[in-house]
């Protein structure tokens, strides 16, 4: 009885072993203490995007969201600047609120990151499902609650931008968006400078298939959970992930 007492609880902590060794280890997303970020489920988690309040007046920084947030009765649990904006601070290129164009998508050439080919649109349907996709290949549905159009493209179909380059001396803060599992949603901000080739491959090894660049220098997370609450700025659109009280 004693054999079989032993070898059962040998067992026993064998199997837990494993449970501990595959949650913790292979399912753990890779770190990079540089790098904040947050995985979201829109599915189960309220990711919106905001631009101007109902009266018109545009809401501009993260404390001005979190105020208009809470005046709503819910909580902000996170929050980042959602794209380029021009002199004006209306959004650069597409943009979409509650199934409404509110800005036409931009298919020019020109300079700067914006339009560094390709670059891409984030979006969200009412179906809560999200999508990355390089802009000659977004296609204009009814269903489309949410989209943001930015550049450029940091991860296209698993590997980094091919204008990227290995040890760029050209370094910035920096903030985007990519796609997990087709079902997750990853936000991330550099802390400190970093420059693009780098930025990308976090993305890349957090498994996303496409990963889209954001803004730069002007980048600003709130992020309470991590004791992260950046709550200026000034920019046009704002993605936040809210609770409803």
């Known amino acids: 009885m004693r054999l079989k007492s032993l070898i059962i609880f040998i067992l026993i902590v064998l199997i837990g072993g494993f449970v501990v060794y595959f949650k913790f ?16 489920n829109p599915k189960k988690e309220e990711i919106n995007f905001y631009w101007k309040k109902p009266n018109g007046e545009r809401i501009g920084s993260l ?20 794209g380029m904006f021009g002199q004006d601070f209306s ?23 914006f339009y560094l080919k390709p670059n891409g649109i984030f979006y969200i349907n009412f179906d809560k499902n999200a999508f990355i996709v390089e802009t000659k290949e977004f296609i204009q549905k009814e269903n489309i609650q949410f989209a943001t159009q930015s550049g450029p493209m940091l991860i296209i179909n698993g ?18 968006v990519g796609i997990i599992d087709d079902d997750k949603v990853i936000f991330a901000m550099s802390k400190n ?12 090894k957090q498994g996303c ?8 220098f002007v980048s600003r997370t709130y992020f309470p959970d991590e004791n992260w609450e950046q709550i200026d700025g000034d920019f046009g659109v704002i993605i936040g992930a809210i609770k409803p009280n």
């Open 25 to 40: 280890f292979l399912n753990e997303q890779p770190k990079d203490e540089n790098i904040l970020s947050e995985i979201l």
């Open 63 to 82: 404390g001005n969201l979190q105020n208009f947030i809470e005046e709503q009765n819910n909580t902000l649990l996170f929050g980042m600047n959602g």
């Open 91 to 113: 959004p650069q290129g597409l943009y979409i609120e509650n199934g409404k164009i509110l800005n036409p998508i931009d298919t020019l050439n020109g300079e700067g990151n």
């Open 159 to 176: 590997k980094v931008h091919p204008e990227f380059k290995k040890g760029s001396k050209n370094i910035n803060i920096r903030n985007g």
């Open 193 to 204: 400078e970093i420059n693009l080739y780098d930025f990308a491959e976090f993305f890349q």
């Open 209 to 216: 298939k496409n990963a889209l660049y954001l803004d730069g």
